[in-house]
């Protein structure tokens, strides 16, 4: 092993790789959420579907798509490896032990609620992102594929909604610890500027979930 | 259980206490009566006085880690009733008074739990992977020449503040004992930074940051993921500020060092 990947595989080299991947798939939940907000423009889904258009044919969009698989990719394979190795840090458990009183729950569960997120991609892009790129799907008024129709389809369903919504609130609570703890990984933590990203990873945190869980949401009750 | 003795009325308690015969043999939890404690006992107290009725019925005393009981030496180790060195915030199990604990508790005792840290009997835990980290490069190499004057290199206060607060860590090891992922990253960065802010300790800042967590992730400590139980336990109050300086020098070293092996 070089230098270089030795000290990514130390415990603070995969840390670093699961904070720097975390705050870029940050930065991709964004893009996501401005473009989904077509699905509210109440336009029987041209907007929405002349987006999906545009991110289907971008080829600078279709290499970001590489680019962020590969960040799905490593962040989860660098969190498993880390979260196996601290369960076998501990072999015997202890009887009795309150991390409650010292330490925040969505911290000590940040692998429970990533696998959930996984769980949610997974049906997500089987739903979504497959169907588009290879089922047979109807035109719209435009003339554009019709995944607009694909999404009042999918969230006609009460069971599709609960997935998406509690998804979204373990994405929340992962994010929550998970914001900060990636600046405090990369080792920024001061006074002057730590309480206002901590400030800011909440406000994001609960903004960006929220926008995402609204969608399934209105579909089911308001359309 | 929390709930605080105001008055000295003795107490009679109920322990459930971690028995092991050794390194190699199981253990497992053991029921005691304690009786006639008086709130003004440190906990290690109300432990000899189970101790001295141990031994009065002839049997084994419990073993268990101390020294200066003044909490300066962190040998005194002790799960109790699921918080590192009991339920009081910023004490060693030695500082902590049995007035915290109301008549009638049951009081569950354990010993520290890492796989780098191994049960020696009972509750008395062998922590020298500690002290091999330390060995590792939590040192600064004075080779030749005379003693050096005091003060003869200025240091800002500031500074000099931050690396004695640093340097207060009595490796105690209640940071890894209440870590989830049993992580002795709070300890490790507390030597890392107490050294890389002094002038003497800048000379050797990036072979000691490489060869301390070399040695760390060889002991079989977890990873940090910045849950914080670690800090909220610590007797002294060592800060995750710490951890971020030791991330930093992680990363300066490995990018910068010498070091290609
Ligand atoms: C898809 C499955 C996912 C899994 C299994 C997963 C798992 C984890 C784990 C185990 C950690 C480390 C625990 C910790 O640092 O406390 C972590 C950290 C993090 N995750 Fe995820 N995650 C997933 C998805 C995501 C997504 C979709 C995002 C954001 C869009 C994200 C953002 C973050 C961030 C910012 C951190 C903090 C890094 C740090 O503390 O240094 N994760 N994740
Ligand atoms: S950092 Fe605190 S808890 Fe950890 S060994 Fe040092 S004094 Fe003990
Ligand atoms: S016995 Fe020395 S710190 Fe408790």
Redesign the interface.
Known sequence: MSWFTKALSSTIGRKLLVAITGLFLCSFLVVHLIGNLQLFSNDEGVAFNAYTYFMTHNPLIRAMEIILLIGFVLHIYEAWTLSRRNQSARSVKYAVNKLEENSAWSSRNMGLLGTVIFIFLLVHLYNFYFKLKFGELGLDAAGNKNLYAITIEAFSHWWYVALYVISMIALALHLIHGFQSAFQTLGLNHKKYTPAIKAFGYFFSIVVCAGFAAMPLYFFFLY | MAGNNPNSTPMNLTL?VWRQKNANTPGQ?VTYKVNEISPDMSFLEMFDVLNEDLLRQGQEPIAFDHDCREGICGMCSM?I???AHG?EKGTTTCQLHMRKFKDGDTI?V?PW????FTVHKDLSVDRSALDRIQQAGGYVSVNTGGVPDANEIPIPKSIADKAFDAATCIQCGACVA?C????A?LFLSAKVSQLAMLPQGKVERKTRVENM??Q??AE??????????CA??CPVGIS??N??????E??MA?ATSD???
């Open positions: 459930k939890l799960y009733n699921g918080r339920p569950v354990e739990r890492a796989n780098a209440a989830k992922n049993a992580s990253m967590l070399a760390h992730d079989g400590f977890g990873s940090c993921t910045n849950i914080g139980s909220a336990e995750l500020e951890i971020a300086m030791l991330n930093r992680y990363i490995k070091n290609i092996g």
